[in-house]
């Protein structure tokens, strides 16, 4: 079977991402996974356990300086002499930013099409992406190259199934052009130890109803309880209440959790467009009329003061 | 400094978006087009820069004879002078293509700065800043919260997941930036009435010398197989909280095994 080429995605915090599992998950029903690590020195070695737990046959290393020290540019130039040589069935990156840009320079560099936001992706290349805000589902194919597709985190559900896999260190050959954009520094501002955004299985946000940054302790409570991230809505970060990063909605993360718990929030488009694609929604506001109830597999009108404190007393009872 | 600010006019997503259903392309006929939110922040950073340090800014669309309508609006905002790219044959481009024209255009632009929002609201696909700037041989800072121009220094906070990286390069570079990064001006009466008289330059494929069987349907590297609707959601239980709706909440959580 051909190899599957699977870009790792992984951070020094938390090590491989989830998103990556479930990107082997789903190479192994395409073909032989074969994980690329493109990093810092020692970064292969640092994930190759985790990545052989999920099936990685194989895993292409480049690292150090030359790969790190840049944006994206030295990474694409490496994965495009890879897929070259190894002629994969397939490629797939991670839906984030910096995976969506490598597979950018890559489409360019290969003269391939694209797909992101991939949500499924069939053996003869059929891909499913979420379109509009999740109102509209699209099948689409690559008709110019490989499959060359971005994976939206929370896609699928990742399972183990065991691999050794070697190590094969590429002899980095990136070009002057590809080291124009330098990486000068980089800064952690991720708060804890909560799991990020857009892969959490259960997303707890706050929005204008929340009142002031202080407030959100309230929503941070919830979600240590429940083991999930935060959000916030535009309205919510636009106020000063929560930093962007953590924004979820048409300008800001896309989240697709198990559970996505609204506090606060009325649930305009802006909104909505960022989580609708939630398994369950479940939403406090004090206006019965907020559309965001519209969507809520269960929701409570009133004080989210009252209701949210009680409601972190009881699961801690329970627990 | 010469700054080109790369526009794009999309359907409201604030309102019902669709895919036609004769060729699979996004239906612009029947919506409300306007200016991509994020190009608003793009072009009130150039427009700041021009105002710091001097030059031109000149507003680059691809798009049918009806994006005039958000290149006018754009215009208004500020800047100098306009260049649209509008051919027939582009119906239906893809991505690859859709940089290939633009690449083309910034060739002929001598451009020392393109400056684009991080995202289009209708496609959401985060790919072009790269892909022009691998097609030109230029620098890409992408997703820029914040931009300091010092000379021919660029220097942008970009946003990540965890938090944010410093990046720089020097011009010629193209950046692409995020709604945090500034509070568009809202255009005055005055830059209004101006953007009327304001030169917008169109160019054909032509112009540009690309090949119309290089774009469109006929140069297209992917295609839209089938779509449909996802059915709406429909709300589940509400209820009016009267002391109890902290515990009842977390029942529902329980049933449904969250808790």
């Not at chain 1, 599992?21 to 029903?29: K, Q, S, V």
């Not at chain 1, 919510?236 to 896309?254: E, I, L, M, R, W």
């Not at chain 1, 965001?292 to 699961?315: C, H, R, S, T």
């Amino acid at each position: 079977m051909s190899e599957v080429l699977v870009v790792v995605e992984a951070t020094k915090e938390f090590g491989v991402k989830k998103v990556t599992l479930e990107m082997l998950t789903l190479a192994r029903e395409l073909g032989t996974p074969s994980a690329v690590v493109l990093g810092g020195t020692g970064a292969a070695e640092a994930l190759s356990a985790k990545l052989g737990e999920y099936g990685a046959e194989k895993i292409y290393a480049a690292e150090g300086e030359e790969i790190d020290g840049f944006l994206v540019a030295p990474k694409a130039t490496v994965v495009a002499e890879l897929v070259k040589r190894v002629q994969p069935a397939a490629v797939l990156l991670a839906s984030s930013q910096e995976g969506k840009e490598i597979a950018a320079r890559l489409a360019v560099k290969l003269d391939n099409g694209i797909l992101t936001d991939v949500v499924a992706l069939d053996a003869d290349g059929t891909a499913t992406q979420v379109a509009f805000a999740g109102s509209t589902i699209v099948k689409s194919k690559v008709t110019k190259g490989l499959p060359l597709v971005t994976v939206r985190p929370n896609s699928l559900n990742p399972t183990p199934a065991a691999a050794t896999p070697a190590v094969e260190q590429l002899t980095v050959s990136v070009t002057d052009a590809d080291k124009l954009a330098k990486v000068v520094e980089r800064v952690a501002e991720q708060k804890g130890s909560r799991p990020e955004l857009t892969e959490a299985s259960v997303v707890v946000s706050g929005g204008r109803g929340v009142g002031n940054a202080d407030n959100f302790k309230l929503v941070e409570e919830l979600a240590d309880l429940l083991g999930g991230a935060v959000g916030a809505s535009r309205a919510a970060v636009d106020s000063g209440f929560y930093p962007h990063q953590f924004q979820v909605g048409q300008t800001g993360k896309t989240v697709s959790p198990q559970l996505y718990v609204a506090l606060g929030i009325s649930g305009a488009i802006q909104h909505r467009a960022g989580m609708q694609t939630s398994k369950t929604i479940v939403a406090v506001n004090k206006d019965a009329e907020a559309p965001i109830f519209e969507l809520a597999d269960y929701g409570v009108v009133g004080d989210l003061f009252k209701i949210v404190p009680q409601a972190a007393e009881e699961i801690r009872k329970r627990k | 400094m010469n700054i080109v600010v790369l526009v794009k006019q999309v359907p409201d997503s604030g309102a019902d978006r669709n895919l036609r259903s004769d060729d699979n392309t996004v239906d612009r006929g029947s919506a409300n087009n306007v200016i991509n939110e994020m190009d608003e922040y793009a072009i009130e950073e150039a427009l700041k820069i021009k105002e710091a340090h001097g030059g031109e800014v000149t507003i680059l669309t691809m798009g049918p004879d009806r994006a005039t309508e958000s290149i006018r609006k754009a215009l208004s905002m500020g800047p100098d002078k306009a260049v649209h790219v509008v051919d027939d044959a582009l119906h239906g481009s893809c991505a690859v293509a859709t940089s290939k024209v633009l690449a083309a255009a910034l060739g002929q632009l001598n451009a020392d700065l393109v400056i684009c929002g991080a995202e289009s609201t209708d496609g959401r696909v985060q790919v072009m800043p790269h892909m022009i700037a691998e097609r030109l041989g230029v620098a890409a800072l992408t997703g820029a919260r914040k931009l300091t121009v010092d000379g021919s220094t660029l220097t942008a906070e970009r946003q990540t997941e965890e938090g944010y990286e410093v990046v720089t390069a020097s011009t010629p570079a193209v950046v692409s930036v995020w709604d945090t990064i500034n509070e568009p001006r809202y255009p005055s009466f005055k830059g209004i009435m101006a953007a009327k008289k304001k030169p917008v330059q169109t160019l054909s494929l032509g112009d540009l010398g690309v090949a119309p069987a290089e774009v469109g349907f006929d140069g297209a590297t992917s295609a839209v197989v089938e779509h449909a609707k996802r059915p709406p959601r429909s709300g589940g239980e509400k209820i009016t909280d009267e002391g109890e709706g902290g515990v009842k909440l977390v029942e529902f959580l329980a049933t449904e095994k969250f808790v």
